[in-house]
């Protein structure tokens, strides 16, 4: 057990209008604290650790020079927002990080008027802060909007669209570049932050105004010349070329953790920005925390852990999760067939590529935050005859959707989406859900949809989707464990459309789609405790959906469930269709589909958040008696 660390600075500071009384010379001995306290409060709760850790000076200084709220801080993604919560009046509630019914792991609107943005997926800040700075402009406004993006953000299109539209709208927008992985070019000390405060200075910002009105009068091309000339020396001076050439000013590399190199930049951009401004700071993710510094990859998610040692909580699993079943199956089919390719979006560990990367580096491919690229590069892949599978969460897939439409699934390419972090995610919250994809993928001709009721059924879809050359195909799975079935050493090949069922009863059919399969065996013991004789089906398909046997169960049962982790619109709405079409529901069966609430579910334990959606056994005892009504339990009784 270790004591909560002592903050003396930190305890005067509960909002950041604090930050003014704060002296510039105290303010290293306040990130210290600051660190400490978001140290303490991670390893009591888990979340995102060293994106916050690189960024303490860089969100101190912020908060000192702007006039937050009334001036604006979008943190791009979020993982960077822990000490920003400490400083804008969450610190009471910080170790509620993540957990049910306490503060965000992101940036969210309704938790704060500090921020101004919600954020859970990456490379947006841009865009939002454009759409803020130009409201200000057209609101006759004076407020500041500043964007704080990671380098990993800027790997997304959107950020250049962003960036792009905001120098052609000469917007007083301010990007600070957060470098913290692999610097564009680093700092060179004193020199570098001599050049970063000289460039931002008023001096230099007016003579650059007044030469850009100056060359104006001397007609178009002579301005466009002498401006590029002139910004194209300075860009090879401070490395800030390209961000340029898209209309913004460039200042920096600068020091991120040196309040000498970040205040008086941040001052001078404040009180002399004309149009849109980047800041270049270079930060180390992790900083003041040694295991996390020596490891940044392990240490940007963390579990609980020991603040002395860095030794992160492990629970010890019952089986192995679905992430590492499917890169250990796709392993196992990439040594047999050398077509097979896999695509990650900046996700290698976390969708199990990392597996393939590490037994076939020349077959894998990490696109950055490129969803939308990572599919079109899939399909390109597919039409000279290779097998790509592109791993991606349900979440991310999303942003992908009009590649998966017009790019694979119009053509009719064999490209095969492995789906992962399907259903509830926990602690992630509703920004990382994975609710829509069953819904958005089945609604298009020719795809097949499958989804994994077990570890096991894993194994299947993996090796059906490698032997799938007909069109597209997915297959979704969850975040952690597996429930413990018996592996086979390799895979089956499925029969497309075809499901099977798991339990044979008489009144109630019980039909699930994924790995609520589980849950529908232990309601059907219930179920059969109760007198009711249940059959349990596992669908395997939404798409094409196992028309047989839905017919058979329609047929044979006085009461039809449908159970899925998916939003409305999803395998129920399918089913529903085809037995609407078939006239199966006009002699009375009772039809009941079960899926997620149509409302944004907050963060809590995923057995929680499906037992509040209803989705559990005794949720599902409870839909069987509705659906049976009072005659049944009078009739019991």
């Given amino acids: 057990m270790t004591s909560v660390p002592s903050t003396p600075l930190l305890d005067t500071v509960h909002i950041p209008a604090d930050l003014k009384q704060v002296e510039d010379r105290d303010l290293p001995q306040l990130a210290s604290e600051l660190r400490a306290e978001m140290i303490d409060a991670v390893s009591k709760t888990g979340g995102h650790l060293g994106a916050g850790l690189g960024v303490v000076e860089l969100t101190i200084a912020l908060h000192k020079v702007f006039n937050t709220p009334d001036d604006r801080i979008i943190f791009d993604v979020g993982h960077q927002c822990y000490p920003h919560k400490i400083l804008t009046g969450r610190r009471e509630r910080i170790r509620t990080l993540r957990q049910e019914d306490g503060l965000s792991g992101f940036t969210k609107r309704g938790e704060s008027e500090y921020d101004p943005f919600g954020a859970g997926h990456s490379s947006t800040s841009i865009s939002a802060g454009l759409g ?78 007044f030469g850009k009105k100056l060359t ?22 401070t490395g800030g070329t390209m961000f340029e ?6 200042i920096g590399p600068i020091d991120g953790h040196s309040f000498e190199h970040l205040l008086p930049v941040l001052r001078n951009v404040r009180d002399n920005q004309q149009g849109p401004v980047l800041i270049h700071v270079v930060t180390q993710k992790g900083k003041g925390y040694a295991p996390a510094e020596a490891a940044a990859d392990k240490y940007h998610g963390v579990n609980k852990f020991d603040v002395i040692t860095g030794a992160q909580a492990k629970v010890k699993p019952n089986a192995p999760s679905y992430t590492a079943v499917f890169g250990e199956t796709l392993v196992q089919e990439g040594a047999l067939d050398d077509r097979i390719v896999a695509i990650t979006a900046a996700m290698p560990s976390g969708t199990g590529v990392d597996k393939f990367a590490d037994a076939f580096p020349a077959r894998t491919f990490d696109v950055g935050i490129a969803e939308q690229h990572a599919v079109t590069f899939a399909a390109g892949l597919a039409c000279d005859g290779m097998k790509p ?27 095969r989406f492995p789906i992962d972090r399907a259903g509830f995610v926990g602690a992630d919250g509703p920004t990382h859900a994975g ?19 077990d570890e096991a059924e894993l194994k299947h879809m993996v090796r059906t989707a490698v032997a799938y050359d007909e069109g597209p195909i997915s297959f979704r799975y969850p975040r952690g464990e597996g429930v413990g079935v018996e592996m086979p050493e390799r895979g089956s090949i499925l029969d497309i459309g075809k499901g099977r069922i798991v339990k044979e009863g008489t009144k109630v059919a019980l039909l699930s789609f994924g790995t609520r399969l589980a849950e529908c065996l232990l309601a059907a013991e219930d179920l059969e405790a109760a007198g009711l004789s249940t ?23 006085e009461v039809l469930v449908t159970i899925e982790e998916g939003s409305i619109g999803g395998f129920a ?15 009375g069966l009772k039809v009941r589909p079960m899926v997620l609430p149509d409302v944004w579910m907050d963060q809590a334990k995923p057995e929680a958040m499906y037992a509040k959606a209803g989705l559990d056994r005794e949720g599902i005892v409870r839909t069987v008696f509705a659906a049976l009504g009072t005659a049944h339990l009078t009739q019991r009784a």
């Fill in 573 to 587: 709405s399918h089913v529903l269709q085809f037995l609407a079409r078939e006239g199966l529901i006009d002699g």
């Fill in 535 to 557: 059959t349990v089906a596992d669908a395997r398909f939404a798409k094409p959906l196992d028309e047989d046997m839905i017919r058979r169960l329609a047929r044979e049962h």
């Fill in 132 to 209: 803020m700075a130009v409201a200000a402009d057209l609101q006759g406004s004076d407020r500041r909007v500043i964007a704080v993006i990671g380098d990993g953000a800027m790997s997304a299109g959107m950020a250049f669209e962003a960036l792009n539209n905001a120098g052609a709208l000469d917007a007083r927008l301010i990007v600070i570049l957060n470098d913290n992985d692999m610097s564009i070019a680093p700092p060179t000390g004193a020199m570098s932050a001599y050049l970063a405060r000289l460039a931002s200075g008023r001096t230099y910002m007016g003579v650059r105004e």
């Fill in 245 to 250: 050439e898209l209309g913004f000013y460039h």
């Fill in 435 to 453: 609710s829509f994809d069953t819904g958005y993928l089945a609604m298009l001709p020719g795809f097949v949809v499958m989804a994994a009721s």
């Fill in 216 to 237: 104006a009068y001397l007609g178009k091309t002579v301005d466009r010349a002498i401006t590029r000339a002139v910004e194209h020396a300075r860009g090879y001076v």
């Fill in 389 to 415: 599978f592109a791993a991606l969460y349900s979440t991310f897939l999303q942003r992908a959707y009009d590649q998966v439409v017009h790019d694979v699934a119009i053509q009719k390419l064999p490209v």
